[in-house]
Nanobody, 124 residues
Framework: QVQLVESGGGLVQAGGSLRLSCAAS????????MAWFRQAPGKEREFVAA????????DYPDSVKGRFTISRDNAKGAVYLQMNSLKPEDTAVYYC?????????????????WGQGTQVTVSS
């Protein structure tokens, strides 16, 4: 069983930045693909970023590409999401997710473990 705990959410003005962190309890953390998803009120959970086990490959949807950066520290069992140039439409609960595979995916159902989420609110 893997436990994921997110932190770093909060309220920020448009154009500002936030850095989210996710701490994982898995002993084999380095073998997991990690990702961030988000869910706004009344909307489906959507893919935000993914990073493969060695950090060598990352992927983002067009909506955040160039603004968000995912990274990981396998020694610390942590994954991060640096969010810059935030927009009001980025407001959502952000979730950390882990997948028991070395390949990345943008599909929620392909992730095995989820955190509780952290709220990000961007004011205009």
């Amino acid at each position: 069983q893997v436990q994921l705990v997110e932190s770093g959410g909060g309220l920020v003005q448009a154009g500002g930045s936030l850095r989210l962190s996710c701490a994982a309890s898995a002993r084999t953390f380095s073998t997991y693909t990690m990702a961030w998803f988000r869910q706004a009120p009344g909307k489906e959970r959507e893919f935000v970023a993914a990073i493969r086990w060695n950090g060598g490959t990352t992927d983002y949807p067009d909506s955040v590409k160039g603004r968000f950066t995912i990274s990981r520290d396998n020694a610390k069992g942590a994954v991060y999401l640096q969010m810059n140039s935030l927009k009001p439409e980025d407001t959502a609960v952000y979730y950390c997710a882990a997948r028991r595979s070395t390949s990345w995916s943008g599909k929620t159902y392909e992730y095995d473990y989820w955190g509780q989420g952290t709220q990000v609110t961007v004011s205009s």
